[in-house]
């Protein structure tokens, strides 16, 4: 299995309050994602990092904000959460960037925004 | 913009039979890739198959296989021999070139298998 560590696992929290999710890999794997899961949906991505600093907009950014100061950590913002935000966050990874690599998922981080 | 369509919410199937999960793509890259992950019910992601755009012969990992059909862009799983243990939510997933490195999934299909 890869080894992606996300914490915390699960977060109850209130409106307005600010949130961070970790993701942590030990497998040097150069791309990191942050997917929300919610029903009917599947998994959509907020952002994602392709390096050091080099990160990226995905489909459902807004609201959020990313930072990645080092290779194995992944840090996902919610600056002010809302009841919007209340879902199931996946960090992936993955190695490199041809079209046949797939990417290794965290085991999710269940966040409840009250 | 790229987009997966999975038009099944929900399927039943018999312990032991066949059974065809729907996957249909929108793209108008020329280079990509389809992928198959598999959500059980304690929440985490397992890849199970992929398919290039390029690749000739449909994709097969052991009971899964993958009816790839370019022109009607669809990427369909078939599960041969159905296991109560297949019972969890399945994904249908699209890379392109031009698309960024972004996985895009569709909806999503939860299959059930009956004993």
């Known amino acids: 299995d890869a080894g992606i560590t996300q914490s915390p696992r699960h977060k109850v929290t209130e409106t307005g309050t600010p949130v961070t999710l970790r993701c942590h890999q030990t497998?040097?794997?150069?791309?990191m994602y942050w997917y929300r899961q919610d029903p009917g949906h599947g998994l959509r991505l907020i952002h994602y990092?392709?390096?050091?600093?080099?990160?990226d907009k995905g489909e459902v950014s807004d609201g959020y904000s990313v930072s990645r100061s080092k290779t194995e950590d992944f840090l996902l913002t919610l600056e002010s959460a809302t009841s919007s935000q209340t879902s199931v966050y996946f960090c992936?990874?993955?190695?490199?960037?041809?079209?046949?690599?797939?990417?290794?998922f965290g085991e999710g981080s269940r966040l409840t925004v009250l | 913009a790229q987009k997966i369509t999975q038009t099944q919410p929900g399927m039943f199937v018999q312990e032991k039979e066949a059974v065809t999960l729907d996957c249909t793509y929108d793209?108008?890259?020329?280079?990509?890739?389809l992928f198959w992950y598999k959500q059980p019910s304690s929440g985490e992601m397992i890849f199970l198959i992929y398919q290039g755009s390029y690749d000739e012969q449909n994709a097969t990992e052991g009971r899964y296989s993958l009816n790839f059909q370019k022109a009607r862009k669809s990427a369909n799983l078939v599960i041969s021999a159905s296991q109560l243990g297949d019972s969890a939510m399945y994904f249908c997933?699209?890379?392109?070139?031009?698309?960024?490195?972004?996985?895009?999934f569709g909806g999503g299909t939860r299959l059930m298998v009956k004993p």
């Open positions: 997933a699209m890379r392109a070139r031009n698309a960024g490195n972004m996985l895009t």
């Open positions: 990092s392709y390096g050091v600093k080099d990160t």
């Open positions: 992936a990874i993955s190695e490199s960037y041809p079209i046949t690599g797939e990417l290794f």
């Open positions: 793209t108008s890259d020329q280079s990509y890739g």
């Open positions: 497998e040097n794997h150069r791309y």
